[in-house]
Protein backbone atom coordinates (compact mmCIF):
# COMPACT_ATOMS: atom_id res chain seq x y z
CA UNK A 1 0.00 0.00 0.00
CA UNK A 2 3.00 2.24 1.12
CA UNK A 3 4.72 1.73 -2.17
CA UNK A 4 1.11 2.48 -4.28
CA UNK A 5 0.75 5.55 -2.22
CA UNK A 6 4.41 6.36 -3.14
CA UNK A 7 4.11 5.68 -6.72
CA UNK A 8 0.90 7.93 -6.98
CA UNK A 9 2.71 10.85 -5.01
CA UNK A 10 5.32 10.44 -7.36
CA UNK A 11 3.03 10.59 -10.74
CA UNK A 12 1.44 13.78 -9.04
CA UNK A 13 4.52 15.46 -8.77
CA UNK A 14 5.66 14.71 -12.56
CA UNK A 15 2.40 16.49 -13.57
CA UNK A 16 2.57 19.26 -11.35
CA UNK A 17 6.30 19.64 -12.39
CA UNK A 18 5.52 19.61 -16.07
CA UNK A 19 2.13 21.78 -15.87
CA UNK A 20 4.69 24.41 -14.07
CA UNK A 21 7.75 24.09 -16.44
CA UNK A 22 4.27 24.07 -19.35
CA UNK A 23 3.49 27.88 -17.85
CA UNK A 24 6.75 28.97 -16.49
CA UNK A 25 8.69 28.15 -19.79
CA UNK A 26 7.30 30.79 -21.97
CA UNK A 27 8.23 33.31 -19.02
CA UNK A 28 11.37 31.73 -18.73
CA UNK A 29 12.08 31.83 -22.90
CA UNK A 30 10.95 35.41 -22.84
CA UNK A 31 13.31 36.71 -20.54
CA UNK A 32 16.18 34.96 -21.53
CA UNK A 33 14.87 36.58 -25.19
CA UNK A 34 15.21 39.98 -23.22
CA UNK A 35 18.81 39.35 -21.68
CA UNK A 36 19.92 38.10 -25.45
CA UNK A 37 20.60 34.88 -24.04
CA UNK A 38 18.09 32.77 -25.75
CA UNK A 39 19.63 29.84 -28.25
CA UNK A 40 17.02 28.31 -29.96
CA UNK A 41 15.76 28.67 -33.65
CA UNK A 42 12.14 29.95 -32.48
CA UNK A 43 13.04 33.64 -31.83
CA UNK A 44 16.33 35.38 -31.92
CA UNK A 45 16.34 39.07 -31.16
CA UNK A 46 17.71 40.23 -34.66
CA UNK A 47 18.98 43.95 -33.14
CA UNK A 48 21.02 42.75 -29.77
CA UNK A 49 20.65 46.56 -28.78
CA UNK A 50 19.71 47.65 -25.20
CA UNK A 51 17.83 50.76 -27.28
CA UNK A 52 15.37 48.50 -28.72
CA UNK A 53 13.49 47.94 -25.10
CA UNK A 54 13.22 51.96 -23.95
CA UNK A 55 11.91 54.05 -25.71
CA UNK A 56 12.19 58.09 -24.68
CA UNK A 57 8.78 59.65 -23.75
CA UNK A 58 6.95 61.66 -25.78
CA UNK A 59 8.22 64.98 -27.17
CA UNK A 60 5.71 67.96 -26.50
CA UNK A 61 5.95 71.60 -27.72
CA UNK A 62 3.95 74.50 -27.73
CA UNK A 63 2.02 75.32 -30.60
CA UNK A 64 4.31 77.64 -33.02
CA UNK A 65 2.82 80.91 -35.06
CA UNK A 66 4.19 81.75 -38.38
CA UNK A 67 3.91 84.62 -39.93
CA UNK A 68 2.39 83.84 -43.39
CA UNK A 69 4.20 87.25 -45.21
CA UNK A 70 7.02 85.70 -44.09
CA UNK A 71 6.51 81.99 -44.21
CA UNK A 72 4.97 79.63 -47.08
CA UNK A 73 4.34 76.35 -47.59
CA UNK A 74 6.18 74.46 -50.16
CA UNK A 75 5.26 70.55 -51.50
CA UNK A 76 9.04 69.21 -51.83
CA UNK A 77 8.69 65.27 -52.81
CA UNK A 78 6.07 64.17 -50.64
CA UNK A 79 6.95 66.93 -48.02
CA UNK A 80 4.87 69.58 -47.06
CA UNK A 81 6.96 72.23 -45.54
CA UNK A 82 7.12 75.69 -44.14
CA UNK A 83 9.99 77.80 -45.13
CA UNK A 84 10.83 81.47 -45.08
CA UNK A 85 10.18 83.98 -47.75
CA UNK A 86 11.43 87.10 -47.39
CA UNK A 87 12.24 86.68 -44.20
CA UNK A 88 15.33 88.73 -43.00
CA UNK A 89 16.32 86.58 -40.51
CA UNK A 90 16.40 83.15 -42.68
CA UNK A 91 18.01 82.58 -45.90
CA UNK A 92 17.02 79.42 -47.78
CA UNK A 93 19.27 77.61 -50.70
CA UNK A 94 19.06 73.80 -51.92
CA UNK A 95 21.68 71.50 -51.25
CA UNK A 96 21.83 68.87 -54.13
CA UNK A 97 23.56 66.06 -54.73
CA UNK A 98 23.96 63.69 -57.56
CA UNK A 99 25.59 60.18 -56.22
CA UNK A 100 25.45 56.87 -58.07
CA UNK A 101 23.11 58.11 -60.22
CA UNK A 102 20.67 58.85 -57.98
CA UNK A 103 19.13 62.61 -56.51
CA UNK A 104 19.12 63.34 -53.39
CA UNK A 105 17.09 66.67 -52.60
CA UNK A 106 17.93 69.00 -49.52
CA UNK A 107 17.88 72.40 -47.96
CA UNK A 108 20.33 74.51 -46.13
CA UNK A 109 18.77 77.14 -44.10
CA UNK A 110 21.11 79.96 -42.99
CA UNK A 111 20.92 82.54 -39.87
CA UNK A 112 20.85 86.19 -40.03
CA UNK A 113 24.84 86.23 -39.65
CA UNK A 114 25.30 83.97 -42.69
CA UNK A 115 25.77 80.47 -41.03
CA UNK A 116 24.47 77.81 -41.28
CA UNK A 117 21.87 76.66 -38.71
CA UNK A 118 19.94 73.95 -40.34
CA UNK A 119 19.59 71.00 -43.02
CA UNK A 120 16.55 68.93 -43.94
CA UNK A 121 17.06 66.15 -46.38
CA UNK A 122 13.92 64.86 -48.02
CA UNK A 123 13.53 60.59 -48.77
CA UNK A 124 11.56 58.72 -50.51
CA UNK A 125 8.49 57.20 -49.14
CA UNK A 126 8.45 53.42 -48.54
CA UNK A 127 6.19 50.04 -46.89
CA UNK A 128 5.60 49.44 -43.64
CA UNK A 129 7.68 46.74 -42.90
CA UNK A 130 6.27 42.98 -42.91
CA UNK A 131 8.41 41.04 -40.15
CA UNK A 132 5.73 37.84 -39.74
CA UNK A 133 8.08 36.02 -42.03
CA UNK A 134 11.36 37.24 -40.00
CA UNK A 135 11.24 34.99 -36.76
CA UNK A 136 9.15 31.23 -36.64
CA UNK A 137 7.24 31.87 -34.01
CA UNK A 138 5.25 34.40 -35.69
CA UNK A 139 4.27 31.57 -37.78
CA UNK A 140 2.28 29.47 -35.40
CA UNK A 141 -1.47 30.44 -36.32
CA UNK A 142 -2.11 31.63 -32.44
CA UNK A 143 0.65 33.45 -31.99
CA UNK A 144 0.07 35.67 -36.15
CA UNK A 145 -3.55 35.75 -34.61
CA UNK A 146 -2.19 37.57 -31.89
CA UNK A 147 -0.09 39.72 -33.23
CA UNK A 148 -2.85 40.63 -35.97
CA UNK A 149 -5.82 41.72 -33.81
CA UNK A 150 -3.53 45.29 -33.28
CA UNK A 151 -4.11 47.50 -35.91
CA UNK A 152 -1.31 49.48 -37.83
CA UNK A 153 -1.99 52.45 -36.31
CA UNK A 154 -1.48 51.42 -32.67
CA UNK A 155 1.55 49.34 -33.94
CA UNK A 156 2.77 52.31 -35.20
CA UNK A 157 2.69 54.47 -32.60
CA UNK A 158 3.37 51.69 -29.72
CA UNK A 159 6.53 51.09 -31.73
CA UNK A 160 8.12 54.65 -30.89
CA UNK A 161 6.38 54.54 -27.07
CA UNK A 162 5.80 50.84 -25.47
CA UNK A 163 8.81 49.81 -23.48
CA UNK A 164 9.80 46.59 -23.34
CA UNK A 165 10.70 44.56 -20.41
CA UNK A 166 8.75 43.48 -17.77
CA UNK A 167 8.47 39.75 -18.10
CA UNK A 168 5.55 39.52 -15.41
CA UNK A 169 2.60 40.38 -17.84
CA UNK A 170 0.43 37.83 -20.25
CA UNK A 171 1.70 35.89 -22.92
CA UNK A 172 -0.50 37.48 -25.64
CA UNK A 173 1.67 40.51 -24.05
CA UNK A 174 4.37 38.91 -24.49
CA UNK A 175 4.15 37.71 -27.95
CA UNK A 176 3.18 41.36 -29.23
CA UNK A 177 6.14 43.09 -27.61
CA UNK A 178 8.24 40.23 -29.56
CA UNK A 179 7.01 41.52 -31.92
CA UNK A 180 7.86 45.33 -31.54
CA UNK A 181 11.18 44.36 -30.93
CA UNK A 182 11.51 42.83 -34.34
CA UNK A 183 9.79 45.68 -36.16
CA UNK A 184 12.07 48.47 -34.25
CA UNK A 185 14.56 45.96 -35.36
CA UNK A 186 13.85 47.06 -39.20
CA UNK A 187 12.97 50.73 -38.80
CA UNK A 188 15.57 51.96 -36.21
CA UNK A 189 18.86 52.63 -38.14
CA UNK A 190 22.09 51.61 -36.85
CA UNK A 191 23.18 54.66 -35.74
CA UNK A 192 20.06 55.14 -33.48
CA UNK A 193 20.80 57.03 -30.16
CA UNK A 194 17.31 57.44 -29.19
CA UNK A 195 13.47 57.77 -30.37
CA UNK A 196 10.29 59.16 -29.42
CA UNK A 197 6.85 60.20 -30.23
CA UNK A 198 5.62 63.77 -31.06
CA UNK A 199 3.21 63.89 -28.24
CA UNK A 200 -0.49 63.72 -29.66
CA UNK A 201 0.63 62.94 -32.88
CA UNK A 202 1.54 59.68 -35.20
CA UNK A 203 5.43 61.39 -35.84
CA UNK A 204 7.99 59.88 -34.24
CA UNK A 205 11.60 61.18 -34.11
CA UNK A 206 14.50 59.59 -33.89
CA UNK A 207 18.32 60.98 -32.97
CA UNK A 208 20.67 59.54 -34.74
CA UNK A 209 24.68 59.86 -33.99
CA UNK A 210 26.30 63.05 -35.72
CA UNK A 211 29.63 63.23 -37.73
CA UNK A 212 29.93 66.94 -36.10
CA UNK A 213 29.10 67.13 -32.48
CA UNK A 214 27.61 70.30 -32.89
CA UNK A 215 24.96 69.61 -34.37
CA UNK A 216 22.15 67.21 -33.84
CA UNK A 217 20.55 64.79 -36.48
CA UNK A 218 17.07 63.40 -36.22
CA UNK A 219 15.18 61.13 -38.31
CA UNK A 220 11.77 62.23 -38.97
CA UNK A 221 8.95 59.41 -39.47
CA UNK A 222 5.05 59.31 -40.21
CA UNK A 223 3.07 56.44 -40.97
CA UNK A 224 0.10 57.32 -43.45
CA UNK A 225 -1.97 54.79 -45.62
CA UNK A 226 0.30 51.94 -45.54
CA UNK A 227 3.24 54.67 -46.36
CA UNK A 228 6.36 55.59 -44.19
CA UNK A 229 7.42 59.56 -45.09
CA UNK A 230 9.92 60.65 -43.42
CA UNK A 231 13.29 63.53 -43.49
CA UNK A 232 16.52 64.19 -42.06
CA UNK A 233 16.64 67.17 -39.57
CA UNK A 234 19.93 68.75 -38.74
CA UNK A 235 19.82 71.48 -36.30
CA UNK A 236 22.59 73.43 -34.48
CA UNK A 237 23.00 72.56 -30.89
CA UNK A 238 23.44 75.76 -28.67
CA UNK A 239 21.94 77.75 -30.48
CA UNK A 240 18.99 79.37 -29.96
CA UNK A 241 17.67 80.42 -33.82
CA UNK A 242 18.74 77.05 -34.84
CA UNK A 243 15.93 75.31 -31.74
CA UNK A 244 13.71 77.34 -32.46
CA UNK A 245 14.03 77.25 -36.29
CA UNK A 246 13.97 73.25 -35.11
CA UNK A 247 10.56 73.56 -33.77
CA UNK A 248 8.85 75.42 -36.36
CA UNK A 249 9.95 72.35 -38.66
CA UNK A 250 8.81 69.82 -36.51
CA UNK A 251 5.28 71.32 -35.63
CA UNK A 252 4.52 72.79 -39.36
CA UNK A 253 5.84 70.05 -41.37
CA UNK A 254 3.09 67.65 -43.00
CA UNK A 255 3.03 64.93 -45.54
CA UNK A 256 1.62 64.31 -48.40
CA UNK A 257 2.42 62.37 -51.83
CA UNK A 258 3.99 63.73 -54.56
CA UNK A 259 2.72 62.79 -58.36
CA UNK A 260 3.99 64.41 -61.39
CA UNK A 261 0.61 66.42 -62.52
CA UNK A 262 1.86 68.61 -59.66
CA UNK A 263 4.55 69.71 -61.10
CA UNK A 264 2.30 71.95 -64.00
CA UNK A 265 0.53 73.38 -61.41
CA UNK A 266 3.25 74.30 -59.11
CA UNK A 267 4.72 75.79 -62.18
CA UNK A 268 1.66 78.13 -63.15
CA UNK A 269 1.54 79.45 -59.59
CA UNK A 270 5.54 80.56 -60.48
CA UNK A 271 4.35 81.99 -63.66
CA UNK A 272 1.77 83.88 -61.74
CA UNK A 273 4.76 85.55 -59.66
CA UNK A 274 6.46 89.53 -60.06
CA UNK A 275 9.39 89.67 -61.91
CA UNK A 276 11.10 90.32 -58.87
CA UNK A 277 9.74 87.61 -56.71
CA UNK A 278 10.56 84.88 -59.78
CA UNK A 279 14.37 86.27 -59.85
CA UNK A 280 14.44 85.81 -55.53
CA UNK A 281 14.40 83.01 -53.11
CA UNK A 282 10.66 82.97 -53.79
CA UNK A 283 11.01 81.68 -57.26
CA UNK A 284 12.96 79.29 -56.84
CA UNK A 285 11.38 77.32 -54.10
CA UNK A 286 8.22 77.45 -56.09
CA UNK A 287 10.28 75.83 -59.21
CA UNK A 288 12.28 73.58 -56.71
CA UNK A 289 9.02 72.29 -55.43
CA UNK A 290 7.75 71.80 -59.14
CA UNK A 291 11.31 70.17 -60.29
CA UNK A 292 11.17 67.59 -57.74
CA UNK A 293 7.95 66.01 -59.08
CA UNK A 294 9.23 66.08 -62.48
CA UNK A 295 13.15 65.38 -61.14
CA UNK A 296 14.30 64.35 -64.67
CA UNK A 297 13.30 67.30 -66.19
CA UNK A 298 15.85 69.72 -66.87
CA UNK A 299 13.93 72.71 -68.17
CA UNK A 300 13.12 73.29 -64.06
CA UNK A 301 16.55 73.32 -62.87
CA UNK A 302 17.64 75.35 -66.16
CA UNK A 303 14.88 77.88 -65.75
CA UNK A 304 15.32 78.05 -61.91
CA UNK A 305 19.48 78.96 -62.58
CA UNK A 306 18.78 81.39 -65.27
CA UNK A 307 16.26 83.25 -62.82
CA UNK A 308 18.96 82.91 -59.99
CA UNK A 309 21.39 84.62 -62.19
CA UNK A 310 19.08 87.63 -62.89
CA UNK A 311 18.68 88.13 -59.07
CA UNK A 312 20.63 89.75 -56.43
CA UNK A 313 23.21 87.99 -53.95
CA UNK A 314 21.92 84.34 -54.85
CA UNK A 315 25.39 82.81 -54.66
CA UNK A 316 24.51 80.70 -52.35
CA UNK A 317 21.29 78.85 -53.94
CA UNK A 318 23.46 78.87 -57.74
CA UNK A 319 26.74 77.31 -56.39
CA UNK A 320 24.61 74.13 -55.34
CA UNK A 321 22.75 73.75 -58.33
CA UNK A 322 25.46 74.23 -60.62
CA UNK A 323 27.45 71.56 -58.94
CA UNK A 324 24.51 69.00 -59.09
CA UNK A 325 23.99 70.25 -62.58
CA UNK A 326 27.72 69.61 -63.81
CA UNK A 327 27.42 66.00 -62.38
CA UNK A 328 24.40 65.18 -63.66
CA UNK A 329 24.42 66.96 -67.53
CA UNK A 330 27.47 68.14 -67.80
CA UNK A 331 26.74 71.27 -67.97
CA UNK A 332 26.15 74.32 -65.71
CA UNK A 333 23.03 75.83 -67.71
CA UNK A 334 25.27 79.15 -66.85
CA UNK A 335 24.68 82.80 -68.73
CA UNK A 336 25.62 85.50 -66.51
CA UNK A 337 28.72 85.74 -64.65
CA UNK A 338 27.84 85.82 -60.52
CA UNK A 339 30.22 86.32 -58.03
CA UNK A 340 31.28 84.84 -54.58
CA UNK A 341 30.35 81.32 -55.99
CA UNK A 342 31.15 78.09 -53.74
CA UNK A 343 32.39 75.74 -56.30
CA UNK A 344 34.90 73.12 -57.54
CA UNK A 345 37.64 74.79 -59.98
CA UNK A 346 35.99 71.90 -62.61
CA UNK A 347 32.73 73.68 -62.21
CA UNK A 348 34.12 76.87 -62.38
CA UNK A 349 35.94 76.69 -65.54
CA UNK A 350 33.00 75.30 -67.04
CA UNK A 351 30.65 78.19 -65.76
CA UNK A 352 32.99 80.47 -67.25
CA UNK A 353 33.29 78.99 -70.73
CA UNK A 354 29.50 78.36 -70.82
CA UNK A 355 29.13 82.42 -70.27
CA UNK A 356 31.86 82.78 -73.32
CA UNK A 357 30.22 80.41 -75.66
CA UNK A 358 25.92 81.87 -74.52
CA UNK A 359 27.50 85.58 -74.77
CA UNK A 360 29.39 85.26 -78.07
CA UNK A 361 26.10 83.43 -79.76
CA UNK A 362 24.13 86.86 -78.30
CA UNK A 363 26.79 88.41 -80.11
CA UNK A 364 26.24 87.30 -83.01
CA UNK A 365 22.70 86.85 -83.06
CA UNK A 366 22.48 90.90 -82.64
CA UNK A 367 24.96 90.88 -85.25
CA UNK A 368 22.48 89.47 -87.81
CA UNK A 369 19.28 91.57 -86.67
CA UNK A 370 21.58 94.65 -86.80
CA UNK A 371 22.31 93.68 -90.19
CA UNK A 372 19.08 92.39 -91.19
CA UNK A 373 17.64 96.34 -90.07
CA UNK A 374 20.00 97.83 -91.94
CA UNK A 375 19.21 95.81 -95.38
CA UNK A 376 15.72 96.41 -94.11
CA UNK A 377 16.35 100.06 -94.30
CA UNK A 378 17.92 100.28 -97.50
CA UNK A 379 15.65 97.92 -99.38
CA UNK A 380 12.81 100.27 -98.10
CA UNK A 381 14.85 103.36 -99.13
CA UNK A 382 15.04 101.84 -102.39
CA UNK A 383 11.72 100.51 -102.93
CA UNK A 384 10.47 104.45 -102.11
CA UNK A 385 12.73 105.78 -104.74
CA UNK A 386 11.55 103.58 -107.30
CA UNK A 387 7.84 103.81 -106.33
CA UNK A 388 8.47 108.00 -106.90
CA UNK A 389 10.21 106.69 -110.23
CA UNK A 390 7.16 104.48 -111.64
CA UNK A 391 4.66 107.24 -110.18
CA UNK A 392 6.67 110.21 -112.58
CA UNK A 393 6.32 107.52 -115.67
CA UNK A 394 3.13 106.94 -115.01
CA UNK A 395 2.93 110.75 -115.37
CA UNK A 396 4.66 111.40 -118.19
CA UNK A 397 3.01 108.80 -119.98
CA UNK A 398 -0.62 109.84 -119.52
CA UNK A 399 0.10 113.17 -120.66
CA UNK A 400 1.38 112.19 -123.94
CA UNK A 401 -1.16 112.64 -127.06
CA UNK A 402 -3.00 115.48 -124.77
CA UNK A 403 -3.59 119.07 -126.57
CA UNK A 404 -2.37 121.74 -124.55
CA UNK A 405 -4.50 125.35 -125.67
CA UNK A 406 -2.95 128.57 -124.28
Given amino acids: MKKILLFLLIIAAIVFLSGFVLVASPYYAYKKVLENSLDNNWYERSDKRVLVLNPNKAYFFDQVYLDPKLWHSFHLMDTLIALPIKNPFYNVAPDMRYINGKTRIGLVIYGAKGQQISKVYFNQNRLMPN???????FSLPIVRKEIIKKSDDLVWKDIFSQKVGNWNISISQMIYNLYLLEMRSQLLP???LSYRLIKNSNTAIIELESRNKDFLTELVMTRSRGLIYSYFLISKKRNQESMDLR?????KIRFRQGSDYLAKIIYREFAALSY?????????????????????????LELMINNLERGFKNHLQLSSLYEYAFKKYGKTFAKKEVKDLIVSSEVLVKIKQEIESYNAKESFEESLK?????????????????????KAIDKTDSNKGRMIIN
Fill in 276 to 300: RDKIDQKGMLYLLSAWTHDINNPNF
Fill in 247 to 251: KKLLS
Fill in 370 to 390: KKDVIEQKSRTMKEIHQDILE
Fill in 131 to 137: VLSKQKL
Fill in 190 to 192: KKA
